[in-house]
């Protein structure tokens, strides 16, 4: 993979990439390094490599390169979908420090993590919803997007009014992206939960959950009116 992965580097996207996934100092993504690979070719490579094992894999993870990282978690997705086996969650929640930017997350976490729990307790979801880890709080959030496309919502909502006193714009974004799939599915349930929760609402939660409201009602809700 090493030699691949060499092949498709492009020193000038790594350079966007950087600033794109705030890599400088004291932002979010903090020293990651990137090679410049686009994710369609990650998936190429994830693809050619698929049949890796977890040690394998592991080593792929904790590389110090983004887009290896990202491709040892589209493995594990894949694997993950061929066979349900917990040893992979296990490996995937034994592993988060590695998940840490918020792609790696979004193009994981509801196809393991999401697809496991959605008929089991759900313990572990809350738990990393209350970490003190921004990732962990982005994959416990994220995670349910299987459940809403599964017409489950509960655990979105309450995992949602746990992270709604979150401070960090990558988690507001990120309720507020599972609440808008809930308002596509049900929007009498989005607009409950809005009203109930409206004053511990951050701006960009409610933002980017009413994205697809029409635009007078939107504004609505942003002036606080027609609640």
Not at 22 to 34: A, H, N, P, W
Not at 68 to 85: M, P, Q, T, Y
Not at 107 to 134: N, P, T, V, W
């Amino acid at each position: 993979m090493q030699k691949k992965l060499k092949e498709l580097s492009d020193t000038e996207k790594a350079e966007i990439y950087k600033r794109f996934f705030k890599s400088g100092k004291g932002q979010y993504g903090e020293g990651d390094l990137f090679l410049g690979i686009t994710v369609p070719k990650c998936r190429l490579i994830a693809k050619e490599f698929q049949d890796l094992e977890l040690n394998e894999i592991e080593k792929h993870l904790k590389s110090k390169w983004h887009e290896e990282r990202l491709i040892a978690l589209l493995i594990l997705v894949e694997k993950f979908k061929k066979n349900k086996d917990k040893k992979i969650v296990d490996f995937y929640l034994e592993n988060t420090k590695f998940i840490n930017n918020w792609d790696l997350v979004d193009l994981s976490a509801d196809k393991i993590l999401g697809a496991f729990f959605i008929d089991k307790d759900k313990k572990k979801l809350y738990e990393m919803a209350l970490s003190q880890d921004l990732w962990e709080k982005r994959i416990s959030i994220i995670s349910t997007f299987y459940f809403i496309k599964n017409n489950k919502f509960e655990d979105t909502l309450k995992i949602s009014k746990i992270l709604l006193k979150d401070k960090h714009d990558l988690i507001h974004k990120a309720v507020g992206w599972m609440l808008r799939e809930v308002g596509k599915r049900d929007i009498q349930i989005l607009k409950d939960f809005l009203r109930e929760n409206y004053d511990n609402l951050p701006r960009t939660t409610l933002r980017y959950a009413i994205e697809k409201f029409p635009e007078a009602e939107r504004k609505n809700w942003l002036m606080r009116q027609g609640i």
